[in-house]
């Protein structure tokens, strides 16, 4: 059984910093691209990083400059850094991970996601 938990959303006034945290947890071989989604209300749920397990990075275009996704690979933790925050990165924003377990006696990679955390930046 594998978990992903976030924490760290809340309210933030524009021009203010938030910092995101996804632990990952079970019975886990190894955890292959990590990424933080969003989803505005009305929106479609959109990708805003990405970081590979040798520690590539991407990000949409409204975040560049602004946001920086990292990660400790011993300790399966996912964080997004957000600063000077505006009111349109209010969305829940949810951790995913490709990870690799082990049973039925194969390996298999499938995507995980977290519960969402909520990220409100107020103008």
């Known amino acids: 059984q594998v978990q992903l938990v976030e924490s760290g959303g809340g309210l933030v006034q524009a021009g203010g910093s938030l910092r995101l945290s996804c632990a990952a947890s079970g019975s886990i071989f190894a955890i292959r691209r990590m990424g933080w989604y969003r989803q505005a209300p009305g929106k479609q749920r959109e990708l805003v990083a990405a970081?590979?397990?040798?520690?590539?990075?991407n990000y949409v275009d409204s975040v560049k400059g602004r946001f920086t996704i990292s990660r400790d690979n011993a300790k399966n933790m996912l964080s997004l850094q957000m600063n000077s925050l505006k009111p349109e990165d209010t969305a829940v924003y949810y951790c995913?991970?490709?990870?690799?377990?082990?049973?039925?006696?194969?390996?298999?990679?499938?995507?995980?996601w977290g519960q969402g955390t909520q990220v409100t930046v107020s103008s």
């Open positions: 995913n991970a490709d990870i690799t377990t082990w049973r039925t006696l194969r390996y298999y990679t499938d995507p995980y």
């Open positions: 970081i590979t397990s040798g520690g590539g990075t």
